[in-house]
């Protein structure tokens, strides 16, 4: 109470109460990188020499090693290494609408690459191809590194280094030929997600986005950002520059992935558009459902193959992931008599259930006569809410 009220015992009109408070424990060790890492050469050319330039549209190799704090070279280091490349410094000033003196200050936060390499015997190198975006003037860039040992390794610990000697700007003197947009794929949630499916209020939009040349993230360039803009507005534009990463030892593929929080009940749209190094764009489009998680609901309940002859799988979209649910499935024929019943468990991490098989037998083992059939889905939660749908089916002979 004292603290909220109070800041250096100043009175409660004083400008900064209230505003800042620190709660720490001085004897508490921050969790610094154990080991360094060290930038090698730049386009096979070492670092110790004259280093090479990165321009625009040419590809870049940057080799390096994780080392011991002593400089030496850890051989039997294995595991991932992340990377960012960043642009010059720009100049920036504020627009002193507090009433006081415009300040001016430099940032360094453009990123040309962003993605992750492996790390073998120590050794690592990370390829990209920088983008067109670029700041063309010559200047100096900076390498940022942060790199952790492999899944099931104790020997060695994280490490993390940075190089500021990277010289960017100008233009390749020769490039290839690139007028193809990126391919997008986008998902809410995970990869089981399909078109107009259910999502709880907080959902994770996830896109996989590959092109031959990789994809642009830098935003010097007017409108040429990873840009999602949700059900039509576009003054709430999502910037999702920094949220790329490329795969390992991939700089042509890479994820997105944006966390959303209390997003309102029924029907939403996302509209990406992603831009790659050559400024060649593409955009793709989803819609989804969110429904509110203290109520069971199930959407797009079908099966496939439909019709079929041997064998179909059931499938449905709900708003409980993580959670343990009992299924109910019946058969029916047109005159509602009822041929087969399926009980089984499901627990689908997403929203879209895992596939629930049959083989067209009904309950006494025997083959089901061609025709159509009317099947429902009963589906209860541990919550006891019970939602239910029904469908139809056809059987070929």
């Not at 250096?8 to 969790?31: E, G, H, V």
């Not at 959902?203 to 409108?223: A, R």
């Not at 259930?353 to 939660?381: E, T």
């Amino acid at each position: 109470m004292k603290t909220k009220n109070l800041t250096l015992n100043q009175p409660t009109n004083y400008i900064n109460t209230r505003n800042f408070t620190l709660l720490c424990d001085p004897a508490l060790k921050l969790s610094y990188p154990e080991y360094d890492i060290i930038t090698l050469k730049i386009n096979q050319i070492y670092v110790s020499e004259i280093p090479d330039t990165l321009k625009a549209l040419g590809l870049a190799t940057i080799e390096g090693y994780v080392a011991d704090t002593m400089g030496n070279k850890l051989d039997t280091y294995n595991g991932i290494l992340f990377a960012t490349i960043y642009d010059k410094r720009d100049s920036v000033t504020t627009l002193s609408n507090d009433g006081l003196s415009p300040f001016h200050y430099t940032i360094q936060n453009s990123i040309l690459y962003k993605g992750k390499a492996s790390i073998t015997n120590g050794d690592f190198i990370v390829r990209f191809i920088v983008p067109k975006d670029i700041s063309y003037r010559i200047g100096k860039g900076k390498l940022s590194y942060y790199a952790k040992i492999s899944s099931g390794s104790s020997r060695y610990y994280d490490a993390n280094g940075y190089y500021k000697n990277v010289i960017v700007g100008g233009s390749a003197d020769s490039v290839m030929s690139d007028n193809e947009g990126p391919q997008i794929e986008m998902y809410m949630n995970n990869s089981d997600f399909v078109f107009g499916g259910i999502t709880d209020e907080n959902p994770l939009f996830i896109t996989d986005l590959f092109d031959l040349s990789g994809i642009n993230t830098v935003g010097n360039g007017i409108g040429h950002d990873i840009a999602l803009v949700p059900d039509g507005n576009t003054s709430r534009t999502i910037n999702l520059n920094d949220n790329y990463e490329a795969e390992i030892d991939d700089y042509q593929k890479g994820k997105v992935e944006y966390r959303f929080s209390n997003l309102n009940e029924g029907n939403h749209t996302l509209k990406l558009k992603v831009w790659d190094v050559y400024n060649n764009s593409s955009e793709a489009y989803l819609e989804f459902i969110v429904a509110k998680s203290s109520e069971l609901i199930l959407e797009h309940v079908y099966n496939y193959p439909n019709p079929f002859t041997t064998q179909t799988a059931f499938y449905f979209d709900h708003n409980q992931p993580n959670s343990n649910l009992e299924v109910l499935i019946q058969i029916f024929t047109i005159t509602g008599i009822l041929v087969k019943t399926i009980n089984t468990n499901v627990n689908s991490a997403g929203y879209r259930s895992q596939p629930i098989y049959w083989d067209g037998l009904d309950d006494y083992g025997d083959r089901i006569g061609r025709g159509v059939y009317i099947y429902k889905i009963r589906v209860m939660p541990e919550n006891g809410n019970i939602a239910e749908k029904y469908e139809k089916l056809v059987i070929l002979k």
